[in-house]
């Protein structure tokens, strides 16, 4: 998921300072160096995450447990770099560097514990390439038999990252083999390396998956190729799912099991394997965030115009929304349940015609409006969210919630505070042509100005700056440097 450039300016040299912070303590262990990588990764620093793998490199007051993974660390920071990048070439630039970090701590340390992920991220690698010409297969701008050619190589490089797990996988069954019957939980070290041992297994099992999954999308829907390979990783979730379905990692084949039934248009499979995670308990709380994922896929599966399972789909939504919490409803599932569910209880509600079901029409249609407007308010920090706060804001603008189909022009300073964010966001929609981007911000530009003249006593300083931020942003993306300068020399000399 993308985390725009705009969105990452301010708080970069904060971050900065505080990996040279985190340096100058002395004897900094593995744990609170790699925990600072992780927030770094998980906030989408990439950039920063890496000079703070090279840092810790060659400071003297990081300790060597640390220093040994960072060819390992550095290479999937690349990989989550890669993932968000509209630009193919840097991409693969990217995913270069990343076979290279880990070829080198391969061949440093070929029997530390991390050895053996660090052979499936090299054969992951493969399948981020592939997914790249999958990519670019769908852009407009190629032709049919371009399209077919970069289809052709797709499903190139995942036959060859199947070969690469299929002998991985073969390793891992023996290796975790040798741990049947242990129960000796006092010796740590033992017990830590069968837990490795069946992680690697589940992991490589759903990559399978995965894999055949991705294969299938190199073919059109119609074709039998489309259909074999979905079934083939149907097949490959649900035997994955009878043998660990009491972990996580089943729990999740069981849910891309039920993905593929849904794609073959077998939705009653589908539902019926959705139906089995949501039996499932509360905990591990990892546990609840499979549910959450089931939920929103049986819902697109219910609201489907072959299924039109309406009522279900409340159903399901009632049952999520009883023990959700408030963390859970803001996150992008919670989002897209709501979204949804706001979908059933209209279509639901346009069904119901004869005198006697018009309480229950206008209840139907009172909760729709409650949803996607509770969606349309959400935070939209990320890419995916701000997609849905943008299709419940046209939702409620349809007539039957009593709004215009038209796109009101904003009449307050927060509303086209929130269109230019808007604007922004669709800017670093992956995929998108250059002319789509153009005009996205010069809407953004348009929307920016409309909020400064419509500012209030009300809106703070702070509001107001944010405005001038994304502007500075906007002029700089493009190449207007002079405006871009002016703007951040004015935010920099008068409030940094």
């Known amino acids: 998921m993308r985390t725009p450039r705009w969105r990452q300016w301010l708080p970069a040299a904060v971050i900065a ?4 912070c985190v340096f100058s303590q002395a004897g900094v262990a ?21 000079e703070h793998l090279e840092m810790a490199r060659t400071s003297p007051r990081v300790d060597k447990d640390f220093k040994i993974t960072i060819d390992y660390e550095s290479g999937l920071t690349l990989i989550y770099q890669s993932r968000p990048e509209r630009a193919f070439s840097i991409r693969e630039k990217q995913l270069s560097k990343a076979r290279k970090c880990f070829e080198r701590f391969l ?25 790249i010409k999958t ?39 023996e290796e975790h083999k040798k741990f049947r019957g242990m129960n000796d939980l006092k010796d740590s070290k033992k017990f830590e390396a069968r837990d490795q041992a069946r992680r690697n297994l589940l992991q490589v099992g759903l990559a399978l998956g995965g894999i055949r999954y991705e294969i299938a999308h190199t073919y059109e829907p119609s074709t039998d190729g489309y259909k074999q390979d979905l079934e083939a990783a149907a097949k490959k979730y649900s035997e994955y799912y009878e043998k660990y379905g009491d972990y996580v990692a089943g729990l999740y084949a069981r849910l891309w099991e039920g993905r593929c039934y849904k794609e073959l248009g077998r939705t009653d499979e589908a539902l019926d394997a959705l139906e089995d995670l949501f039996a499932q308990p509360d905990q591990p709380p990892a546990c609840r965030l499979v549910k959450s994922k089931a939920a929103v896929l049986a819902l697109e599966t219910a609201l489907l115009p072959k299924v039109k399972k309406y009522k279900e789909a409340l159903a399901m939504y009632r049952e999520w929304a009883r023990t959700a919490r408030p963390d859970e409803e803001e996150s992008i599932e ?8 706001g979908e059933a209880a209209l279509e639901y509600a346009q069904s119901l015609i004869k005198k006697e079901e018009r309480k229950t029409r206008k ?41 215009t189909d038209e796109l009101a022009e904003p009449t307050t300073f927060a509303e086209a505070s ?53 502007l500075a942003y906007l002029y700089w993306s493009s190449n207007n440097l002079y405006e871009a300068a002016v703007m951040g020399e004015f935010l920099a000399r008068r409030y940094s």
């Not at 009172?366 to 706060?389: M, N």
């Not at 998108?432 to 009300?458: D, F, G, H, K, N």
């Open 17 to 20: 300072m505080t990996s040279l």
């Open 135 to 173: 990519e670019q297969a769908e852009s407009r701008s190629k032709n049919l038999e371009q399209k077919t050619a970069l289809r052709a190589e797709a499903r190139q490089l995942y036959a060859e990252a199947q070969k690469a797990y299929e002998g991985l996988e073969k390793r891992f069954v």
């Open 363 to 403: 209840d139907m249609l009172t909760l729709a409006k409650q949803l996607f407007r509770d969606v349309s308010r959400a935070e939209a920090e990320s890419r995916p969210k701000a997609e849905y706060k943008k299709k419940a804001k046209a939702k409620l603008r349809g007539k039957l919630l009593g709004g």
């Open 334 to 341: 919670g989002l897209a349940i709501k979204f949804l569910s």
């Open 107 to 131: 061949a440093e340390y070929p029997n530390h514990p991390l050895a053996a992920d660090t052979e499936s991220q090299l054969a992951n690698l493969l399948v981020e390439r592939g997914s």
């Open 30 to 50: 593995s744990e609170e160096a790699r925990k600072f990588l992780d927030a770094l990764r998980k906030m989408k620093y990439f950039d920063i995450a890496l």
């Open 418 to 470: 929130d269109r230019a964010r808007d604007e922004l966001d669709r800017m670093q929609t992956p995929g998108l042509e250059p002319e789509e981007v153009t005009e996205a911000r010069v809407e953004a530009v348009q929307y920016c100005r409309m909020a400064m003249r419509m500012r209030t006593p009300e809106v703070t300083t702070v509001q107001v700056n944010v405005i001038r931020y994304y």
